[in-house]
Structure formats: C-alpha cells, structure tokens
C-alpha cells in the first residue's frame, strides 16, 4: 500500500503543466496509469479473470503509440485528470484488500510471460509501482521543484 500512496502523492501534487507535457515521450498522467494498469491486472488470478477499468481504452496502457490513441479518441476523456487516477488508484487500493490475504503465493503466476509464483510477482509488481513513481518524482523534483515525502507505510499508518 505505500508504494500505491507513494504514486497517490505524486499524483496529487503534479502541477497541471507537467500533467500532459506534450514534449515528453511519455506523458505524466500515462505513465501513471501505465502503473495502476498492471498494478490492477497482476493482482488478478489469471489474466483471463482481468476485467478493466470502466474507462479503460485498448492499447492505453503501452506507451506505444500514445499520439495516435489520443488522436482517435478525443471524446474518450483522454488525458485522464488526477481525479480520474486517483479514483482508479482507490480502486486499485481496494483490489490489494480483496485479493492479497486469500492469494496462494505459491501458486503459478497466472500470466504466461511471467514465468514465477504468486509470491515473486507481487514483489514484481510492487517494484513497478515504484520504479515509475521514481521516475514521476524525479520530474516532480528537477521540473517543478517539488519534493514528495517518502512513504513507508500505508496511508493511514505510521512508522
């Protein structure tokens, strides 16, 4: 849950000129949903069982072809606000409550690319959680000067 209140934090304090920076290949606000994306479909017992998100968009969570994606789908919301994310986030969030105490984490991973246990790809998906809330931070940091404070708990809890 702290990585997931690290990315919260990041987002909640992105001013709104580095949100959709065109000049960057990949956008703020993308790559933050690339990571709430696969944080949501690795918590999932198989991919099969992946139901996305109601404003999900097929191919968004690539940072392939991004500019083609907005061009075709300029009534689809798209970028997504903070609001958007955040509320994806929570759902996330509640995603980790469900399913992680009943996960068999030496069961198979569920994903054919991914070749180890339950166990192993939580920690996987914990370290993309951060490795992209590292990256947004350090824009956070060099563009706009603006510290985010580490987390090492959940939201609610303290060291």
Sequence with gaps: MAALE???????QC????????DDQNQ??????????YTHLYLQ???????PWEKH???LQSFDNLPKLLEENTD???????????????????VVRDRVPDTDL??????????FDKLQLQFYNIRHI????????????????????????GPNEML
Excluded at 6 to 12: C, D, E, N, P, V
């Design 57 to 59: 968009l097929g191919g």
């Design 106 to 115: 030496e069961a198979e991973s569920g994903f054919d690319w991914i070749p």
């Design 130 to 153: 951060q490795h992209h809330t590292g990256e947004l931070y350090e824009r956070l940091g060099t563009r706009a000067g603006i510290e985010v404070r580490w987390v090492g708990m």
């Design 15 to 22: 001013p709104q000129n580095l949100w959709a920076d065109p």
């Design 76 to 94: 689809k919301g798209l970028p997504f606000s903070k609001e958007d994310l955040l509320d994806y986030l929570d759902f996330c969030r509640q």
């Design 45 to 51: 017992p198989t991919e099969a069982d992946f139901q």
């Design 28 to 37: 703020f606000w993308h790559v933050a949903y690339h990571a709430l994306f």
């Design 6 to 12: 690290m990315l919260a934090q990041a987002i909640t």
